[in-house]
Nanobody
Framework: VQLVESGGGLVQAVGSLRLSCAASGGSVSRHAMAWFRHAPGKEREFVARILRSVGITSYTDSVKGRFTISRDSAKNTVYLQMNSLKLEDTAVYYC??????????????WGQGTQVTVSS
């Protein structure tokens, strides 16, 4: 499965961005899909996931109520809608596909990442 993220950029605090993850070579509905992020000086962390088939979602506490993960099976794309962005959301965001989980080791396929920078 090949994953390509897009939609990152520079946004002011409390603004919004929508990240996209276009998949090829496999269906986003047949894998658990997740977003991770890696901020400078920190370890890469889990952000959100959507399970295959039933589409159950889960989020890390710091983004609950602000971020929404979704998928469009027809477009074979997963999205991360990010609202009320904060400075601490600044990071490189990665899309991943694999088995359900909140750790990197459960995901076999990764995109190249897209930079999100939140300014004051």
């Amino acid at each position: 499965v090949q994953l390509v993220e897009s939609g990152g950029g520079l946004v002011q605090a409390v603004g919004s961005l929508r990240l996209s993850c276009a998949a090829s070579g496999g269906s986003v509905s047949r894998h658990a899909m997740a977003w991770f992020r890696h901020a400078p000086g920190k370890e890469r962390e889990f952000v959100a996931r959507i399970l295959r088939s039933v589409g159950i979602t889960s989020y890390t506490d710091s983004v609950k109520g602000r971020f929404t993960i979704s998928r469009d099976s027809a477009k074979n794309t997963v999205y991360l809608q990010m609202n009320s962005l904060k400075l601490e959301d600044t990071a490189v965001y990665y899309c991943a596909a694999g088995a359900p989980g909140v750790t990197e080791s459960t995901y076999n396929y990764w995109g190249q990442g897209t930079q999100v920078t939140v300014s004051s």
